[in-house]
């Protein structure tokens, strides 16, 4: 269950929290894609693409997250990590054979436009998202959802969100930042938190890594 938090205006806010089984590797924020020059994000260092991509100098920025549906054929699937990438190049969703890849939800903003595509593995449905704040988890804009539902008004009240994601991991399905320990033995947890303002005089960027005791990481473009 991942997270995306989206203020509409000037500027824009934008907030990712990215959950997902901790000993999958990855890599913090950079310009890793020399196909993709200047775009900045956190690299999933198995598949090679990104949960949150942002690109300072269009002002854009494009967040994926999981979907529910019907998953790709294991013989054609390809990883969902490029289409965040695709998306701040094009400034629409990308242009490829969505039936490759598993259910996802891709929130694409620049200054003027905040939209959302979802596709389920059958059918792709494409929305602005509404002014104002918004929260969008792995079943889409879902204002019944239970971290929704309790943090949505947080976030709207909040002149910082910094301080929304302070608490500590809980598997709480309510929970913002969550963790939890599975038979198996393995952690799927919330790595990671990437806040993105966009506005026309210039981009911010601020990456925390949740898994590094130093904490935050802050950069700016």
Same mark, same amino acid.
């Given at each position: 269950?991942?997270?995306? @938090?989206?203020?509409?205006?000037?500027?824009l806010t934008?907030?990712g929290v990215?959950?997902?089984?901790?000993?999958?590797?990855?890599e913090? #924020?950079g310009?890793?894609?020399?196909?993709h020059?200047?775009?900045?994000?956190? &690299?999933?260092l198995? +598949?090679?693409g990104?949960?949150?991509?942002?690109?300072?100098?269009?002002?854009?920025?494009? $967040?994926l997250?999981?979907?529910?549906?019907?998953?790709?054929?294991e013989?054609?699937?390809?990883? !969902?990590g490029?289409? #965040?990438?695709?998306?701040?190049?094009?400034?629409?969703l #990308?242009?490829?054979?969505l039936t490759?890849?598993?259910?996802?939800?891709?929130?694409? +903003?620049?200054?003027?436009?905040?939209?959302?595509?979802?596709?389920?593995?059958?059918?792709?449905?494409? +929305?602005?998202v509404?002014?104002?704040?918004?929260?969008?988890?792995?079943?889409?804009?879902?204002?019944?959802?239970?971290?929704?539902?309790?943090? &949505?008004? !947080? /976030?709207e009240?909040?002149?910082?969100?910094?301080?929304l @994601?302070a608490?500590?991991?809980? $598997?709480?399905?309510?929970a913002? @930042?969550i963790r939890?320990e599975? #038979?198996?033995? &393995?952690v799927?947890?919330?790595l990671?938190?990437?806040?993105?303002t966009?506005?026309?005089e210039g981009?911010?960027?601020? /990456?925390?890594?949740?898994?590094a005791?130093?904490?935050?990481?802050?950069?700016?473009?």
């Amino acid at each position: 269950m991942c997270t995306v @938090i989206v203020k509409t205006g000037q500027p824009l806010t934008l907030m990712g929290v990215r959950d997902e089984f901790a000993d999958r590797p990855w890599e913090g #924020p950079g310009e890793h894609w020399p196909e993709h020059p200047g775009v900045l994000g956190g &690299r999933d260092l198995k +598949a090679g693409g990104t949960w949150l991509a942002v690109d300072p100098a269009r002002r854009r920025a494009a $967040a994926l997250l999981n979907g529910h549906g019907r998953p790709a054929a294991e013989a054609t699937k390809i990883s !969902r990590g490029d289409l #965040p990438l695709l998306a701040v190049a094009a400034n629409d969703l #990308p242009d490829v054979d969505l039936t490759r890849y598993d259910p996802f939800h891709l929130l694409l +903003a620049d200054l003027t436009r905040v939209r959302l595509f979802g596709w389920d593995g059958e059918r792709l449905s494409a +929305a602005d998202v509404p002014d104002g704040t918004s929260m969008i988890v792995n079943t889409g804009l879902n204002p019944e959802h239970e971290r929704v539902a309790a943090f &949505r008004p !947080r /976030f709207e009240d909040a002149a910082d969100w910094r301080e929304l @994601i302070a608490a500590a991991p809980s $598997a709480d399905p309510a929970a913002l @930042i969550i963790r939890h320990e599975l #038979p198996d033995g &393995r952690v799927f947890a919330s790595l990671s938190v990437t806040l993105v303002t966009l506005a026309a005089e210039g981009v911010t960027y601020e /990456f925390t890594d949740l898994t590094a005791d130093s904490g935050r990481i802050g950069s700016k473009a």
